[in-house]
């Protein structure tokens, strides 16, 4: 089958996810040996979903697929996909990848030796175990449809503190995680009820939806998840590792409809379709934990930063699980087998990075094309003292302000359309500088280097921004999909597999890298950090908030289910209290 050159196999011209790093390898030719086994990995993004085959043996991209994912918004704030299309997507990947692979005189089912799966987090789906059907369409990880919900159970919090299940799920209680959106698919979606009551309804992230498909479907498809995904639900106890029953009931969530929470590396089932039918999936990870993975930050103190759309910065804690008092979250980066202890993280999010380079050029006009980001940048020396704070649906970590909005700071009668864009690169850097700040302050390690990766890390102004604004070198690794890599490495180490032997160990040197060195002093680093959280400041309260008809029906309702016998009670006694009192 002939490659299509937007989103095919290497050398057919990058697809959007393999659009950076080292040229591609060349359609027919293999720098590997022909017996040597390879990993194959499904890496379902926000934006496109690709099949990747590595050597396991030197760990290079043998050959990829991509499809991209159609995004649906049927109403301001929303976003959904169709689980049909992304299973879709996954399985014309396979096919086109195996038929390359007999192209060059492999076995698809002899000579991948297993298969790892990494996806966007907190995505939801529900189905019908019945009849394999989606219920509802996929609500996607940056959908904020949940506000109501979110402030149903706020409602119910003391002093509407939204830390309130941190202590047992790590996480805040936000529209992001993927418990408030099984939520609102409950209460406002009747086949969703209805499938609950027959008890058919299943939930998952995306990894959970396309194992149970390739693995049989409704024939007996396994229903799992992995350590990674299960903790960005709100669902799991972040020390015990399973569903906790206090945060299911909490948040009203069925505990049958949710699946068995296994390691990030074990065989959990085989494939039931060609063109690779019979192979174990052996890997799952998150695919912000992925990536930490494949840049191989696997000792406690190394993060690493993913710019796209928006950015994810993970910094590893080792063993240690620590809760943030700054406003990151805990989660957990990796379990390497059934046995094996977990590693947790600190996380931070940002909403906004390369998506506010897409508002600049499409609705202000400002850019013909991405690509020119970087030149027109580059002709100015500075912002012109120009502050950029791109909280266009409000702050992500570490201020976790719904009520900010954007703002732009600083404008001069002599600011150009240079100004402006560089300082969109600089907002990136500031805010990954925010989170680094909160980490240093919650771990009390300084960071000594910042590993990245993402579309954006090919603008190499923006590294060096990077590096002058955080004061630590800047390390943009040179592998092409580090993302798909990491969950290829857990995969072909995982037990029954073993066949991983390129770059793994944490003694082993790293993936090739391209470091940027800081060249600004102290002082001037300091002066302009400082000069951006004003502009922080001034971008807070924009949007304000009374307190919402969900978020007040709630209270009533809590209040009016108390027995009137027992109000007129307590009001008595609270009578005859404040008039001893009085006395």
Request: glycine residues 8%; aromatic residues 8%.
């Amino acid at each position: 089958m002939p490659c299509r050159p937007t989103d095919a196999c290497v050398g057919g011209g990058a697809s959007p996810a393999h659009a950076h790093g080292p040229p591609p390898l060349v359609l027919g030719e293999m720098s590997s040996s022909i017996n040597d086994p390879l990993i194959g990995v499904i890496n379902e993004g926000t934006n496109t979903a690709t099949f990747v085959v590595f050597s396991a043996t030197t760990g290079e991209e043998v050959c990829h697929h991509g499809v991209k994912i159609t995004q649906l918004v049927p109403r301001e704030g929303w976003l959904e996909q169709d689980p049909a299309e992304l299973l879709a997507a996954v399985r014309e990947g396979m096919a086109v990848v195996g038929e390359e692979l007999r192209r060059r005189g492999r076995d698809p089912r002899r000579d991948i030796a297993a298969i790892g799966v990494t996806n966007q987090r907190e995505t939801t789906v529900l189905w019908d175990a019945a009849t394999g059907e989606p219920l509802y369409n996929a609500i996607v990880w940056s959908d904020i449809r949940t506000d109501s919900t979110v402030d149903h159970v706020l409602a119910r919090v003391p002093d509407n503190d939204k830390n309130a299940l941190m202590e047992l799920s790590g996480l805040p209680i936000s529209p992001y995680f993927s418990a408030l959106k099984i939520r609102w698919l409950i209460d406002n979606v009747y086949a969703v009820q209805k499938a609950i009551r027959r008890k058919t309804c299943l939930f998952g992230t995306v990894d959970s939806w396309l194992i149970w498909n390739l693995t049989g479907g409704k024939n007996g498809g396994v229903h799992v998840t992995d350590v990674t995904n299960a903790s960005r639900t709100l669902l799991m106890n972040i020390t015990t590792l399973q569903w906790d029953p206090v945060l299911c009931r909490y948040l009203q969530v069925p505990q049958h409809i949710l699946p068995e929470i296994r390691s990030s590396s074990e065989i959990y089932g085989y494939v039931q379709e060609e063109p690779f039918e019979g192979v174990p999936i052996s890997g799952i990870l998150g695919n912000q934990q992925s990536s930490l993975v494949g840049q191989q930050c696997l000792k406690e103190g190394q993060a690493k930063n993913t710019y796209r759309a928006g950015c994810f910065l993970i910094y590893n804690t080792g063993y240690n699980r620590v809760l943030s008092s700054h406003g990151l979250v805990t989660t957990v980066a990796y379990k390497m087998g059934k046995n094996a202890r977990p590693v947790y993280a600190l996380e931070g999010s940002i909403a906004v990075a390369g998506a506010a380079v897409k508002w600049l050029k499409n609705n202000l006009n400002l850019l013909n094309h991405v690509s020119e980001l970087e030149d027109i940048a580059s002709q100015v020396q500075t912002t012109g003292d120009v502050y950029f704070v791109p909280a266009f649906s409000g702050l992500y970590a570490p201020y976790w302000r719904k009520d900010a909005r954007g703002i732009l700071c600083g404008l001069t009668q002599f600011t150009t359309k240079g100004h402006i864009i560089r300082a969109c690169l600089e907002a990136v850097c500031f805010q990954t500088r925010d989170i680094l700040e909160a980490m240093n302050k919650d771990c009390g390690i300084p960071l000594e280097k910042l590993q990245v990766d993402g579309k954006m890390t090919k603008n190499n102004l923006l590294m060096q921004l990077q590096a002058d604004i955080c004061g630590i070198p800047v390390e943009r690794s040179n592998v092409s999909d580090v993302t798909s890599l990491g969950v290829a490495m857990v995969a072909g180490q995982a037990e029954g597999v073993n066949v991983w032997k390129a770059h793994w160990k944490e003694s082993t040197p790293q993936v090739p890298s391209e470091i940027f060195e800081p060249k600004t002093t102290l002082e001037e680093r300091d002066l302009r950090y400082t000069k951006w959280k004003m502009a922080v400041q001034r971008s807070l309260g924009w949007a304000t908030t009374k307190k919402s008809v969900a978020m007040t029906d709630e209270r009533f309702r809590l209040l009016a289910s108390i027995p009137a016998s027992w109000f007129l009670i307590v009001s008595f006694g609270m009578l005859v209290l404040s008039k001893e009192l009085v006395s």
